[in-house]
């Protein structure tokens, strides 16, 4: 189906791509507290006196969208005023962000977006040298949100949102499944046709006869939490046979999603053979020409959710991550191409209602766990090194 904005049958430079996404994709994505008592704890409220302002914002917004959130916290949190948010390039959380400070206008969110194992590995380097500066981390590995855990850099703090989640990957009053992502393998429309493209419904497509001498986009093996899922599934279901295939028919190496989608938009690839969706999502608002499909059996990455535990503004973090986790702030994410584990939030993108898109089918989930992933990565690195170089 054609798209009302005329940019998609341009020629696609890197630069036009960055710019466009940055600009425009804002605009376009969206159409334990108390123990026993599931009440959260705040630190830095004195005297019972609440602000005029923060009762205005409790009576019309907490008090219907995060019922579990105590005005006292929302007063202290004023008083910290800033939140410090490590997290991932995609601009669904950067809608977040704006979209707290509008529901709380006297906070001010200060973001600083990294791409998956960089942003750990910040994280890890400034807590260990002591540089306090994280308020709160999304991690798209959610292995390296448990490394952080073991090191007792995270706080405990149990958000509201945990008795409406719908999965078992998360730690209880540690860490969250702030959203998930699923992997997707991509394509222009105005190279291989939606039809053809569906022969993607299954992860083997990647080797159909059909592909051979097509040039993939691939992302390095330890890029984030989504190539390390990526891998983990290819490697147990295939061994190095999909990965031998791919590097037979021609590929480039990328530093990211983002960078893989780029490719394949220009010209430079002909398929993306496995990245996050969420980021497909962000280019598609765009204009760009990509569409993606989703094999099965569906990879599912959560991304792990958690407040420093030195944060510099604890009480803000905590407020920050309760909206974040609230039906209001799962909608941005949903909105943006994320998976929700949150009960109660309806999808609002507008590419589901493209002719090419079939959404995942939960039913399809790929089952595993984040020990034995993590305890299969130093082989599956060593392996994948050999085949990519």
Same mark, same amino acid.
């Given at each position: 189906?054609?798209?009302?904005?005329?940019?998609?049958?341009?020629?696609?430079?890197?630069?036009?791509?960055?710019?466009?996404?940055?600009?425009?994709?804002?605009?376009? +994505?969206? @159409?334990?507290?108390? #123990?026993?008592?599931?009440?959260? &704890?705040? $630190?830095?409220? /004195?005297?019972? =006196?609440?602000?005029?302002?923060?009762?205005?914002?409790?009576?019309?917004?907490?008090?219907?969208?995060?019922?579990?959130?105590?005005?006292?916290?929302?007063?202290?949190?004023?008083?910290?005023?800033?939140?410090?948010?490590?997290?991932?390039?995609?601009?669904?959380?950067?809608?977040?962000?704006?979209?707290?400070?509008?529901?709380?206008?006297?906070?001010?969110?200060?973001?600083?977006? +990294?791409? @998956?194992?960089?942003? #750990?590995?910040?994280?890890?380097? &400034?807590? $260990?040298?002591? /540089?306090?500066? =994280?308020?709160?981390?999304?991690?798209?590995?959610?292995?390296?949100?448990?490394?952080?855990?073991?090191?007792?850099?995270?706080?405990?703090?149990?958000?509201?949102?945990?008795?409406?989640?719908?999965?078992?990957?998360?730690?209880?009053?540690?860490?969250?499944?702030?959203?998930?992502?699923?992997?997707?393998?991509?394509?222009?429309?105005?190279?291989?046709?939606?039809?053809?493209?569906?022969?993607?419904?299954?992860?083997?497509?990647?080797?159909?006869?059909?592909?051979?001498?097509?040039?993939?986009?691939? =992302?390095?093996?330890?890029?984030?939490?989504?190539?390390?899922?990526?891998?983990?599934?290819?490697?147990?279901?295939?061994?190095?046979?999909?990965?031998?295939?791919?590097?037979?028919?021609?590929?480039?190496?990328?530093?990211?999603?983002?960078?893989?989608?780029?490719?394949?938009?220009?010209?430079?690839?002909?398929?993306?053979?496995?990245?996050?969706?969420?980021?497909?999502?962000?280019?598609?608002?765009?204009?760009?020409?990509?569409?993606?499909?989703?094999?099965?059996?569906?990879?599912?990455?959560?991304?792990?959710?958690?407040?420093?535990?030195?944060?510099?503004?604890?009480?803000?973090?905590?407020?920050?991550?309760?909206?974040?986790?609230?039906?209001?702030?799962?909608?941005?994410?949903?909105?943006?191409?994320?998976?929700?584990?949150?009960?109660?939030?309806?999808?609002?993108?507008?590419?589901?209602?493209?002719?090419?898109?079939?959404?995942?089918?939960?039913?399809?989930?790929?089952?595993?766990?984040?020990?034995?992933?993590?305890?299969?990565?130093?082989?599956?690195?060593?392996?994948?090194?050999?085949?990519?170089?």
């Amino acid at each position: 189906m054609p798209h009302e904005d005329d940019t998609r049958g341009r020629r696609w430079s890197r630069r036009a791509l960055m710019h466009d996404t940055a600009v425009r994709v804002g605009g376009t +994505l969206l @159409g334990a507290g108390i #123990a026993g008592l599931g009440v959260p &704890e705040f $630190a830095g409220a /004195a005297g019972p =006196a609440i602000d005029p302002d923060v009762q205005e914002v409790y009576d019309r917004f907490v008090r219907v969208e995060m019922p579990g959130v105590p005005v006292e916290l929302v007063q202290a949190a004023k008083r910290e005023g800033t939140v410090t948010f490590y997290c991932d390039v995609l601009p669904a959380e950067v809608l977040v962000g704006r979209a707290f400070q509008d529901r709380f206008p006297f906070m001010r969110v200060e973001e600083q977006p +990294l791409s @998956g194992g960089a942003l #750990a590995q910040r994280f890890m380097a &400034e807590s $260990a040298a002591r /540089a306090h500066l =994280a308020d709160v981390c999304v991690f798209t590995s959610f292995p390296d949100a448990e490394k952080a855990l073991a090191a007792h850099y995270v706080m405990q703090y149990t958000c509201s949102a945990e008795r409406d989640l719908q999965t078992t990957h998360y730690v209880p009053g540690y860490i969250l499944p702030a959203a998930a992502d699923i992997m997707a393998v991509a394509y222009n429309p105005q190279r291989i046709s939606d039809a053809d493209a569906q022969v993607f419904r299954a992860w083997g497509g990647l080797m159909a006869p059909r592909w051979h001498g097509k040039r993939f986009a691939v =992302a390095d093996v330890l890029v984030g939490g989504t190539t390390q899922m990526l891998n983990y599934y290819e490697y147990t279901a295939f061994g190095t046979r999909l990965w031998a295939a791919l590097a037979s028919s021609g590929y480039g190496i990328y530093a990211g999603g983002m960078q893989e989608a780029d490719s394949v938009i220009s010209g430079e690839t002909d398929i993306a053979a496995g990245m996050p969706g969420a980021q497909l999502a962000a280019k598609w608002a765009t204009g760009a020409p990509i569409h993606w499909v989703y094999p099965a059996p569906h990879l599912v990455v959560p991304f792990g959710m958690f407040i420093s535990a030195n944060a510099p503004h604890p009480n803000a973090a905590k407020l920050f991550e309760e909206y974040y986790m609230s039906r209001p702030g799962q909608e941005f994410l949903v909105a943006g191409g994320n998976v929700t584990f949150r009960s109660g939030v309806t999808p609002t993108a507008k590419y589901i209602h493209e002719p090419w898109y079939v959404g995942p089918d939960p039913k399809k989930y790929w089952p595993y766990t984040d020990a034995a992933l993590a305890a299969a990565m130093p082989d599956i690195v060593t392996k994948w090194r050999a085949i990519f170089k």
